[in-house]
């Protein structure tokens, strides 16, 4: 079974900065769709950061300009550099994996999320 383990969280004051890393089992990122998620209380998850298989990258426009999604193939292991940190950035952050096994059959993995809070 595909495992995905985040790490990195914790508190931080606005301003500062945190790197998450989610790193993977039984899969590899290579060539599959993977993001980061968020999801405040109250609210829905929301898409933050996303690359696609084919190496385009997305961003939401509340963290555009001081988020950054990036992986390392070799391990297994996506990363989100988090600059400039805002009170509304608090939130649980979850990573995701997605891809099809074959025409009709997608295969989407989540993370146990990994709590970011911070304070003014």
């Known amino acids: 079974q595909v495992q995905l383990v985040e790490s990195g969280g914790g508190l931080v004051q606005a301003g500062g900065s945190l790197r998450l890393s989610c790193a993977a089992s039984r899969t590899t990122f290579e060539s599959k769709n993977i993001g980061w998620y968020r999801q405040a209380p109250g609210k829905q998850r929301e898409s933050v950061a996303r690359?696609?298989?084919?190496?385009?990258?997305y961003y939401s426009d509340s963290v555009k300009g001081r988020f950054t999604i990036s992986r390392d193939n070799a391990k297994n292991t996506m990363y989100l550099q988090m600059n400039s940190l805002k009170p509304e950035d608090t939130a649980v952050y979850y990573c995701?994996?997605?891809?099809?096994?074959?025409?009709?059959?997608?295969?989407?993995?989540w993370g146990q999320g990994t709590q970011v809070t911070v304070s003014s």
């Open positions: 690359i696609s298989s084919t190496g385009s990258t």
């Open positions: 995701n994996v997605n891809f099809y096994v074959n025409l009709y059959e997608l295969r989407n993995y």
